[in-house]
């Protein structure tokens, strides 16, 4: 569960589905232009839908099998060389 109220781009979010684990991530921020389809994002500060979607993850084992079938194609989006330009671009823009 990765639920940042404000993120500048989820790298944890990719980390976790190099690993193959679903991520609950927020709905806010960079966070569900990374996700995609490889998990659910929920507001983080509506407690209830975070456990709901928890609960979900963990227990709804074709959810989770869907996620973890599209996660290849997210990781092979953000490549190592794709991420490496979005941090460049980034950090030149507020340095």
Known sequence: MFTSLAEGF??????????????LSSSQSAMPEVI????????PTDHKALVEGLYEITE??????????NMPKILDFFGNQKTA???HRFFS???
């Open 60 to 69: 709804n084992k074709d959810l989770r099998a869907t996620y973890q079938a």
């Open 93 to 95: 823009e507020i340095s």
């Open 36 to 43: 995609q389809d490889g998990g659910l994002c929920k507001n």
């Open 85 to 87: 330009q979005y941090y």
């Open 10 to 23: 989820g790298l944890p979010i990719l980390e976790a589905m190099a690993f193959g684990v679903p991520v």
